[in-house]
């Protein structure tokens, strides 16, 4: 079977018996040129108000009945979707997670999608029905219904488009499409028509978050084309996709930002065979997660090793440190959290040398203090001070031509 | 396995968080000396919020799609109770009706049970679990989540309770259990100790709904001991159970009344065989429900046919009639709608010969006036007018000796 489109939608999409009927219209008017998989988050707040209920019970819920509680929501966005579809004389079917054939792993509320059989919804597509999944959930190997975290519809969407060799995953936002920076910190922002998985996934990890980094994960792994656009308007929006030649003409794609981040430093380490491994290894039993690593080699035998961690974590991070310096004889714990990382992602740069350079000088010359810098293949990231993130996201945003037309 | 208990609980009993704690503390207190299988209403108004939502979005709702939405409300409940009750340390499960083994027939909205593999719930109970089962839903022949309909939950509870072989299952209400009459007409009642499922199932006919006739009524069939009793109070409740034999000894056990119910009658209907068939035949294809069917052979060859029928249904049966009645060759249809059927109920009256004449007596001494009349065995119904409900059901409660000191 093939013609299959997945369209997923987010919680605001379905938060009101009004904005359902017009989701059932989209659908209905799509179902005319596809066979059409829906996919569907809790409606509003639901999710957020079960949450609450549940620690008014108990500050710890038992994890198998909170994705009980919270599986829930989902099913009352399918069955409500789709009545509304039947009404509109299209005939639908809703379908739990569990009934859809998606099976996952053993953790309770972040499980992993283990498999997919998804020969329900290929007899109810070939029945002529439009056929509506609950998103974020899945049937553990116990036969208990699991949930598969945040992002977990974008997740179930993406997985279904591939098992079903969907033509695209159509991912339904508040916004047009991903676009060349946050619109809220830039002005003359355009909307991409295209962008490659890495860049998205690039863009994900420095707190530009249209989708969540392990829904475009799956998106590259098998090669799903992911179009994100907007629920209010029938204009295209972004595909996210593998490379294309054209995506090298464009050196920069998108400037992001992150001021979620703290920077950390610790003085005068050893320099001495598995010192690194004992600070970050500390670091990882904590459940911290660390970016931007970088070694100074000042001086012999001793280096300042600084890095970058959640500020949520940081006095978490800060205490375990000051006893690993201890144990092996560093010195000072040095942390700062007025920063911002400020990052250039594209493709582009592969081909184009000194494009870091560049990035470099535009900031330089502007008096914008680099404290710290990291680069991947398609990534320049800087740490600037937090009251510099607009003045930097703009200068860039100007200097490497976004504001211009969009090539792709 | 023995020494099972089933507790069911109403939707009011875990409308809020902090009452979730208080059954969940009850449930717990008890799993000290049974092993407890707990089955639960949506909380609070769920339901009709739910099914408002629905005919926000289409006055006709598939009825497939409307289980999958009114089964989330039990869910919840069930997810919300068992952290309750492992937050009070004791060990517990919930299953939603799919997963406690439920299998129904594929009448969505009201289903029947069809028979219950209770595998799962026994192979918990033998883990020291309390299990918690979703009331009001199981699984069709589809894998599709049914709904049983209204008091579906206490049915649920009987039927578990038949399945697992438990010694009793408890009803808990906002009532202490049944009374000799409605407290809110009668100021002396008494609450029953026991009553049998006839004279129960005879009370609820009347409109004393403490439970629904068609959980009774499988109660009846498979012997299950049903224990009406107090969410707010440790005293007993009413045990309803097959009779035993000192309920003979009380000649009347219970007074009802129900205003629902209005008196249609069809005049000079021709005495010919097949007549009443083509009366009644046509309101039963109207789904319009008759009770107490009376017909008077005053003259020779014709008829007037008297009966009840939901007032709600009075207009429809009405506009029915006259077009039966003009094929027929039959008379004028007269109606009245201010008539309250005033019943008593008793065992005890098959062997104490006389009681219908003595109900009617005290009518009468008070110049009640009775406009209809039929027995069963165990129940004597009197029609009179609306106004004199509360003066009669009170004369009999008085005069059957029911405002005494209860001997069951």
Same mark, same amino acid.
Do not use: W
């Given at each position: 079977?093939?013609?299959?489109?997945?369209?997923?939608?987010?919680?605001?999409?379905?938060?009101?018996?009004?904005?359902?009927?017009?989701?059932?219209?989209?659908?209905?008017?799509?179902?005319?040129?596809?066979?059409?998989?829906?996919?569907?988050?809790?409606?509003?707040?639901?999710?957020?108000?079960?949450?609450?209920?549940?620690?008014?019970?108990?500050?710890?819920?038992?994890?198998?009945?909170?994705?009980?509680?919270?599986?829930?929501?989902?099913?009352?966005?399918?069955?409500?979707?789709?009545?509304?579809?039947?009404?509109?004389?299209?005939?639908?079917?809703?379908?739990?997670?569990?009934?859809?054939?998606?099976?996952?792993?053993?953790?309770?509320?972040?499980?992993?999608?283990?498999?997919?059989?998804?020969?329900?919804?290929?007899?109810?597509?070939?029945?002529?029905?439009?056929?509506?999944?609950?998103?974020?959930?899945?049937?553990?190997?116990?036969?208990?219904?699991?949930?598969?975290?945040?992002?977990?519809?974008?997740?179930?969407?993406?997985?279904?488009?591939?098992?079903?060799?969907?033509?695209?995953?159509?991912?339904?936002?508040?916004?047009?499409?991903?676009?060349?920076?946050?619109?809220?910190?830039?002005?003359?922002?355009?909307?991409?028509?295209?962008?490659?998985?890495?860049?998205?996934?690039?863009?994900?990890?420095?707190?530009?978050?249209?989708?969540?980094?392990?829904?475009?994960?799956?998106?590259?792994?098998?090669?799903?084309?992911?179009?994100?656009?907007?629920?209010?308007?029938?204009?295209?929006?972004?595909?996210?996709?593998?490379?294309?030649?054209?995506?090298?003409?464009? #050196? =920069? &794609?998108?400037?992001?930002?992150? @001021?979620?981040?703290?920077? /950390?430093?610790?003085?005068?380490?050893?320099? +001495?065979?598995?010192?690194?491994?004992?600070?970050?290894?500390?670091?990882?039993?904590?459940?911290?997660?660390?970016?931007?690593?970088?070694?100074?080699?000042?001086?012999?035998?001793?280096?300042?090793?600084?890095?970058?961690?959640?500020?949520?974590?940081?006095?978490?991070?800060?205490?375990?440190?000051?006893?690993?310096?201890?144990?092996?004889?560093?010195?000072?714990?040095?942390?700062?959290?007025?920063?911002?990382?400020?990052?250039?992602?594209?493709?582009?740069?592969?081909?184009?040398?000194?494009?870091?350079?560049?990035?470099?000088?535009?900031?330089?010359?502007?008096?914008?203090?680099?404290?710290?810098?990291?680069?991947?293949?398609?990534?320049?990231?800087? #740490? =600037? &001070?937090?009251?510099?993130?607009? @003045?930097?996201?703009?200068? /860039?945003?100007?200097?490497?031509?976004?504001? +211009?037309?969009?090539?792709?």
């Amino acid at each position: 079977m093939n013609n299959i489109i997945v369209m997923k939608f987010g919680g605001s999409s379905v938060a009101t018996p009004e904005k359902i009927k017009i989701v059932a219209a989209r659908v209905a008017k799509k179902s005319k040129s596809y066979k059409v998989v829906v996919v569907v988050s809790a409606p509003g707040d639901m999710t957020d108000d079960l949450i609450t209920k549940a620690t008014r019970i108990t500050l710890l819920p038992d994890p198998r009945e909170m994705d009980m509680l919270l599986a829930t929501g989902e099913m009352q966005s399918i069955a409500l979707l789709s009545m509304a579809i039947r009404s509109m004389g299209k005939d639908s079917i809703s379908l739990t997670g569990p009934q859809a054939g998606i099976h996952a792993d053993n953790v309770h509320t972040k499980a992993k999608i283990r498999k997919i059989m998804p020969q329900k919804i290929i007899k109810e597509l070939q029945k002529g029905k439009v056929v509506i999944v609950a998103g974020f959930q899945g049937l553990n190997s116990n036969d208990d219904i699991t949930t598969l975290g945040r992002g977990g519809s974008d997740l179930t969407a993406v997985a279904l488009a591939s098992a079903l060799k969907a033509v695209e995953c159509e991912i339904y936002t508040d916004v047009k499409g991903v676009y060349t920076a946050d619109p809220r910190l830039v002005k003359d922002v355009k909307k991409l028509d295209l962008i490659s998985y890495d860049e998205m996934l690039e863009l994900a990890g420095v707190g530009s978050q249209v989708m969540m980094a392990r829904s475009i994960e799956v998106a590259k792994k098998f090669n799903v084309i992911i179009h994100v656009r907007s629920s209010f308007s029938q204009e295209k929006g972004t595909l996210i996709t593998r490379e294309v030649p054209l995506m090298e003409d464009v #050196v =920069v &794609s998108g400037i992001a930002y992150d @001021k979620n981040e703290a920077k /950390l430093s610790i003085t005068d380490v050893p320099d +001495k065979p598995g010192i690194a491994a004992k600070i970050f290894g500390a670091l990882a039993n904590a459940n911290i997660n660390v970016d931007m690593i970088i070694q100074s080699a000042a001086r012999e035998r001793y280096n300042d090793i600084s890095f970058t961690v959640p500020k949520s974590e940081l006095k978490n991070a800060v205490s375990i440190l000051k006893k690993v310096s201890c144990n092996i004889g560093a010195g000072r714990i040095i942390y700062k959290e007025d920063v911002a990382k400020v990052s250039i992602v594209g493709i582009g740069m592969k081909s184009h040398p000194g494009v870091a350079a560049k990035m470099f000088a535009i900031l330089a010359n502007k008096k914008i203090n680099i404290e710290m810098i990291s680069t991947s293949e398609i990534k320049i990231s800087c #740490v =600037v &001070s937090e009251k510099d993130t607009q @003045k930097a996201v703009n200068l /860039l945003h100007k200097e490497f031509g976004l504001n +211009k037309s969009n090539t792709r």
